[in-house]
């Protein structure tokens, strides 16, 4: 788990003295994204705060978005979902990522939604409620067509006969019906209109064969935002809550949460020609100042990332220098001020003009969750604004 400090003496804007490296989370971000999505909805909202709030820190996120418009939480683990209630956080939690056969019984005691997707995976939960003498809430997990998780369309009536059983016995009671869409971020895709006509008609299959599900949700955070015939009655935000535009081309107003940044720990002047880093693949154009940052791969800076990323320094964006290494990596600082100490931004939200997480994951090749998720446990965690417990 990433390392959590508090510094009562910075603000958020100012890396704190004596600290050379932070990812500083930004509370408020948090909250103004997910009032965001909750004012465009009027669908229950999800925060989805797995894999420790994609880097932000779960426990202080889930707070953060339930004081602000959202009423459940989603994770992929039972273990993230233990986390959240032995935090004290009592909101509805759904986890979606489990497997017949494994131990449910803390889940269902602390009452964790589990979701399933087939009937050897309802079975385990089922037996593991009977032998509580609980009853476990599920959600059914339709594959539409991201043929990813989920039951087949020809799987699903064996499954919803084996719920109902189920649900008669008193072991389950089948709370929500959900599915995942392949083509969310592009609206006019005519994938998502398939989907969603399957959606509809295995739920009303499910119906007409005696489930009576309270919660129908296919919506993540690109449909949440844009597209309304996709919301039922929850919509799963991840993304959106950290401040990250799920749509390309498209700007919602989200606002980034998460700034990553150093100290330069080392500076040196060179002449024009010198090679840098690992392989001498960037050479210095002219006479320069090179600058050493203690971030590397091993703390989620994307090594693909080198031969074309920037970082902030003294008020204007500077070129790394070469291949990127597991612990640091090299910034060219031209004819600039430089000196050990001087803080260097690689991401934030953009104000000053400084990179974003959107540009890292353009230069790496991937996407933004990647990104922030990689963001290592060397790196310490510092929260401001909003609820900070």
């Not at 050897?120 to 009853?135: I, K, N």
Request: hydrophobic share 45%; net charge neutral.
């Amino acid at each position: 788990m990433p390392r959590v400090v508090q510094y009562r003496t910075a603000p958020p804007d100012v890396l704190p003295a004596a600290v050379t490296a932070e990812a500083c989370v930004d509370l408020d971000a948090i909250a103004g994204n997910v009032r965001l999505v909750a004012g465009l909805t009027d669908a229950l909202v999800m925060a989805v705060v797995k894999a420790d709030g994609f880097g932000h820190g779960g426990v202080r996120t889930a707070r953060t978005a339930l004081a602000n418009g959202a009423s459940w939480l989603g994770v992929t683990s039972c273990a993230e979902g233990l986390e959240l209630r032995d935090a004290g956080l009592t909101a509805p939690v759904l986890c979606w990522l489990t497997s017949a056969g494994q131990d449910f019984r803390a889940a269902i005691t602390a009452e964790v939604d589990i979701s399933v997707s087939s009937v050897a995976h309802l079975r385990s939960v089922a037996q593991d409620a009977a032998r509580l003498s609980r009853c476990a809430a599920v959600h059914l997990k339709a594959d539409t067509g991201l043929s990813r998780n989920g039951a087949r369309p020809e799987d699903w009536a064996e499954l919803v006969a084996a719920a109902r059983d189920a649900e008669r016995r008193g072991a389950v009671r089948v709370r929500g019906i959900w599915s995942h869409l392949a083509h969310a971020d592009r609206w006019a895709h005519p994938g998502v209109g398939e989907q969603v006509g399957l959606f509809d008609e295995l739920v009303h299959r499910a119906r007409a064969w005696g489930l009576d599900p309270e919660l129908l949700h296919v919506a993540n955070s690109a449909a949440a935002l844009g597209h309304p015939g996709t919301h039922y009655d929850l919509v799963r935000a991840g993304a959106a809550v950290y401040g990250v535009e799920p749509v390309a081309g498209r700007a919602f107003g989200l606002r980034p949460a998460l700034t990553l940044r150093a100290r330069l720990i080392g500076t040196k002047r060179v002449p024009a020609g010198t090679g840098v880093s690992y392989g001498h693949r960037y050479t210095t154009p002219g006479e320069s100042t090179l600058g050493l940052v203690p971030l590397g791969f091993a703390d989620g800076v994307p090594r693909a990332a080198g031969d074309r990323a920037e970082v902030w320094v003294a008020g204007e964006r500077r070129p790394v220098a070469g291949v990127i290494s597991m612990d640091q990596f090299v910034v060219d600082l031209g004819d600039g001020p430089a000196a050990v100490g001087d803080e260097v931004v690689l991401f934030g939200p953009g104000d000053r003009g400084e990179p974003t997480v959107a540009d890292w994951a353009r230069w790496a090749g991937t996407n933004p969750h990647e990104v922030l998720t990689r963001i290592g446990g060397r790196v310490p965690r510092r929260h401001v604004g909003g609820d900070r417990g």
